[in-house]
């Protein structure tokens, strides 16, 4: 049986309207905040606390990250070591600024290129190592 060619045309015009309407994205503004650009995503500090630091570690960590929607981190070696505060951490493996430092910090940024982070490192190690009056004053910013 054939549709007269009204209905023919009535059903393949409304067929194309159906699908302009339900193709359209949501709201700019909701879609926006379910799904920012990059440079509008959230970033942290991210702690690598006295040497305590592995490369599966990194891994997980950035990709939890990136999971959850975290824009980027700054790599933020801090050990305490102060007499006033009568606490340390637990002294890890890894050597700020050895070779294997370095290594993890290079996995650090490969993965974090990998998974879309930006990544920045601190100025220096520890809490507050650029300045103090702990810091003799030739070794100061």
Known sequence: MRL??????????????????TAQSADPIDEGFANPP???????????????VTKEGITADLEAMARIGIGGAQIFNAAQHDDLLRHTEPPGPIKTLSPE????????IREAE????ELAIHN???WSESGG?????????
């Not at 009056?133 to 910013?141: A, R």
């Open 4 to 21: 007269p060619r009204f209905y023919a045309c009535f059903l393949s015009s409304f067929a194309v309207l159906l699908f302009a309407l």
């Open 101 to 108: 430092w370095m290594a993890l910090t290079q996995h650090a």
């Open 38 to 52: 990059a440079d509008a995503r959230p970033q942290t500090w991210w702690h690598w606390m006295n040497g305590n």
């Open 133 to 141: 009056p702990w810091v003799p004053v030739d070794q100061s910013m």
């Open 114 to 117: 990998r998974l879309g982070l």
């Open 124 to 126: 220096c190690p520890g």
